[in-house]
């Protein structure tokens, strides 16, 4: 049996060569140094061939037909044994393997793995990031609901921005000049074919290149990157003090690879697949798009860009970034490789870092969406509707009618658009209430057309109501005397008498 | 794998005839001009199709969105209607919305829904009489001007007629910056 095994072996590697060759690739030298800090990028290769083999399942039962694919993922979802599961795992080995690929990235950067002579392994990875990204973004909108839908509106939106050819690039992105059928399609073939397909060979590639260059040492104070010298002495250390890759150093990729996905499948297990979100009907217009973990810094950023400038930025960012991730290498090949000896790299990537993640949760929070249905779902506080005088509580519910809880909460709850108004009659003067009410300013739209005087009125009563304990109303110095002399606009006139305080 | 070269054309391994590397370059450039031309050739259809939806020219339509008696002066209602021209495998896809503006007067004013920030849904609210955008908080006013947010102008508006009592307007497109309605 044995015997026979080992002919069939012996047989094999006599014509095709391939333990000869794989061999010395899987036992070759690295620093004996390369320690828990390495194993991200082996978890991103090992989350990337739980998406091929996941993936290509779930085309075995994916309708990518725009008529078809939002009802198919519910028969995988519903019907389908294991079907959940299987999607479930794909959504979030596909978080894992962003998530993996940043962090694998910050450690090159934080440890300057990318300086000579691995410059190109850094650009490869660079180029990964993005084919990770994309796939990322084509594969949510893979779940055809209303994400993916007014995800698809917001692309062509910003492609429709470029210059001159705009309005062509879109059509093209599109497939047409709508979101449809055409435009699942395009995607679809995206996210099965090119992007996977450039995926592994820029992983090959990637990999040559570790081999051809070897697994980078961690970086030591006072030994810095010398290319006329560097090859030369590395090997000589790795061959010195150097341990083989397997099973030395892979063991730790391992341990660290079955952890994580034991953990992968755990999350997909308990929170189950993401979405379908609704189906892609673009007459429901109560949908409420927001974009995957990956993309809501640019989320965020979309909402937080000045208007002036924001075109431009949508446009020159993504190439200035791309160019910039590329240029690294470039702009520092040589010199200290030590984190503490590159403190302007350090303090870039830390800030960097901050924004990403402050921008990622602003995403999550999206303080600055209006909550559509606090007008009907969020109450005026107890606390305050205890000591309204008939004209406040008037004001409350105009107030409530008006939908000025779906940008304004009070007391914490509510919209969060506007500032919160639970002591805004401590903050503002009458005055500048009716002002702020009538004119809007200050990203709030004027009310002044569509309350009537004694509207106005009673939600300004309330508004100055609205004070915490104890908090006398805001009030400016000679404001009465100047509405007795007439020289305010007419609705203010009931300034001369401002409602006594409760 | 080994050093060979065969079919690569460079004509380096010396055992050639003599002879053999001129006809052998000729040869070369024949083969690399008609490779030439056959991929030019054959990427014509190839990336034609990929690229066509960016060369042809994209109408509107008039399309009938209801009776006029179905949009009372004073309201604003969400118009729903099918996309002329629609493949088979649209699905839901192939239906689009507008808010229809009605005026004193039998005057209309048409709105696409897509916001005209980045293109999300926005919602009518008949009390306060604003339309309010769900991603990054546009908000317009009844009549489609800009009240505040991020967009950089009013609701896009499609042309629309009156005929036999009923409501036409003039959609099809996708609308945005550049394509406005
Ligand atoms: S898409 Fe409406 S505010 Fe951005």
């Known amino acids: 049996m044995l015997r026979g095994l080992k002919a069939i072996i012996g047989w094999t590697e006599d014509r095709s060569g391939m333990i000869g060759v794989v061999t010395p690739i899987i036992t070759h030298r690295v620093p004996r140094n390369a320690k828990w800090w390495y194993v991200f990028g082996s978890a991103t290769l090992m989350f990337f061939c739980i998406q091929l083999v996941s993936g290509t399942l779930l085309a075995t039962l994916y309708a990518p037909s725009a008529a078809d694919a939002y009802q198919s993922l519910v028969y995988i979802d519903t019907q389908v044994p294991m079907g959940w599961m299987l999607r479930a795992i794909h959504g979030w080995s596909s978080n894992a393997m962003v998530l993996m690929v940043v962090v694998h990235m910050l450690q090159v950067f934080l440890h300057g793995a990318f300086k000579f002579p691995r410059e190109l392994t850094w650009m490869v990875g660079v180029l990964l990031l993005f084919c990770t990204l994309a796939l990322a973004f084509t594969g949510q909108i893979m779940r055809w609901d209303q994400d993916a839908y007014w995800g698809l509106g917001i692309g062509a939106s910003i492609v429709d921005r470029v210059p001159v050819l705009g309005n062509q690039l879109r059509n093209i992105m599109l497939g047409g000049p709508y979101i449809g059928g055409a435009t699942l399609s395009r995607f679809f073939a995206l996210h099965v074919f090119v992007l996977p397909g450039l995926t592994i060979a820029l992983v090959g590639l990637h990999l040559w290149l570790i081999l051809r260059n070897g697994v980078s040492e961690m970086p030591k104070v006072g030994e810095p990157v010398v290319p006329a010298t560097y090859r030369r002495d590395f090997e000589a250390r790795t061959e010195r003090t150097g341990v083989p890759f397997f099973p030395d150093a892979a063991q730790r990729d391992m341990v660290f690879c079955g952890l994580a996905l034991i953990v992968v499948v755990g999350l997909a297990a308990l929170y189950g697949p993401f979405g379908p979100n609704g189906n892609p009907d673009p007459t429901v217009i109560d949908a409420n798009p927001r974009p995957d973990g990956a993309f809501l810094w640019i989320f965020a950023a979309l909402a937080l860009l000045p208007a002036q400038v924001e075109t431009f930025l949508l446009l020159a960012a993504p190439p200035v970034i791309v160019l910039l991730l590329l240029a690294i290498p470039l702009i520092s090949p040589r010199g200290e490789r030590a984190p503490t000896r590159r403190p302007v790299s350090v303090l870039a990537m830390l800030l960097v870092c901050t924004a990403l993640a402050a921008l990622t949760w602003l995403g999550v929070t999206s303080p600055w969406s209006p909550v559509m249905d606090a007008w009907t779902s969020v109450p005026t506080p107890v606390r305050l509707v205890e000591r309204l005088t008939p004209l406040q509580m008037q004001g409350a519910l105009v107030m409530q009618y008006q939908q000025c809880r779906n940008c304004h909460a009070i007391d914490g709850t509510g919209g969060m658009r506007g500032p919160d108004l639970g002591d805004v009659g401590s903050r503002l003067s009458w005055d500048q209430l009716v002002r702020q009410v009538q004119q809007g300013g200050g990203n709030m739209p004027a009310y002044g057309k569509t309350l009537s005087a004694a509207e106005t009125v009673a939600v300004v009563a309330f508004l100055q109501a609205c004070r915490t304990d104890g908090q006398p109303p805001a009030f400016i110095p000679g404001a009465l005397e100047r509405a007795a002399s007439g020289d305010l606009p007419p609705v203010a006139a009931p300034v001369a008498a401002p409602p006594a305080a409760p | ?181």
């Open chain 2, 1 to 181: 794998m080994n050093d060979g070269c065969q079919g690569c054309g460079c004509g380096g391994a010396g055992a050639s005839p003599p002879g053999g590397e001129t006809r052998r370059g000729a040869l070369f450039k024949l083969g690399a001009g008609l490779m030439a031309v056959g991929g030019a050739v054959a990427s014509v259809p190839i990336f034609g199709a990929l690229v066509a939806p960016g060369f042809r020219r994209y109408g509107n339509s008039w399309l009938d969105i209801g009776g006029v008696a179905d949009y009372p002066a004073g309201e604003t209602r969400l118009a729903k209607f099918s996309i002329p021209g629609a493949s088979p495998n649209d699905g839901e896809t192939a239906t689009a919305a507008a808010w229809v503006r009605s005026m004193d007067g039998g005057k209309f004013q048409v709105f696409a829904v897509n916001c005209a920030h980045l293109g999300c849904p926005v919602k009518w609210f008949q009390q306060s009489r604003l339309f309010m955008c769900p991603c990054h908080g546009g908000v317009y006013y009844e009549d489609g001007s800009r009240a505040s947010g991020p967009p950089p102008r009013g609701l896009f508006e499609y042309e629309w007629k009156v005929e036999n009592g009923r409501l036409l307007i003039d959609a099809g497109r996708l609308p945005g910056l550049q394509e406005t309605a």
